[in-house]
Nanobody, 122 residues
Framework: QVHLVESGGGSVQAGGSLRLSCAAS????????MGWFRQAPGKEREEVAA???????RYADSVKGRFGISQDSAKDTLYLQMTSLKPEDTAMYFC????????????????WGQGTQVTVSS
């Protein structure tokens, strides 16, 4: 089993920065892939970024060049560094984990945190 707890959300002005954190515990095999998702009211949930066991990353086109996903050396904390924030980045952000079988991260993540709210104002 995996337990995920997000923190670091808040309210910022457009153009500002935030760093989200996700504390991960439990079976390491079940969190070889880690990812950030977001969902705004009335919109579909979307994958923001993901990182595999060997450090390979992928990003949504909407955040590429602005957001960075990373992990600490022990792989027990996941980060999302967000810069140049826009009002359209406003959403509930979720940390998630999945098994990494060696070729990369799946699109389907099995474990989820409770989420942390990010609000970007003009």
């Amino acid at each position: 089993q995996v337990h995920l707890v997000e923190s670091g959300g808040g309210s910022v002005q457009a153009g500002g920065s935030l760093r989200l954190s996700c504390a991960a515990s439990g079976d390491r095999y079940s969190r070889g892939c880690m990812g950030w998702f977001r969902q705004a009211p009335g919109k579909e949930r979307e994958e923001v970024a993901a990182i595999s066991r060997n450090g390979r990353t992928r990003y949504a086109d909407s955040v590429k060049g602005r957001f960075g996903i990373s992990q600490d050396s022990a792989k027990d904390t996941l980060y999302l560094q967000m810069t140049s924030l826009k009002p359209e980045d406003t959403a509930m952000y979720f940390c998630a984990s999945a098994v990494d079988l060696g070729w990369g991260c799946p699109r389907n993540f099995g474990y989820w945190g409770q989420g942390t709210q990010v609000t970007v104002s003009s």
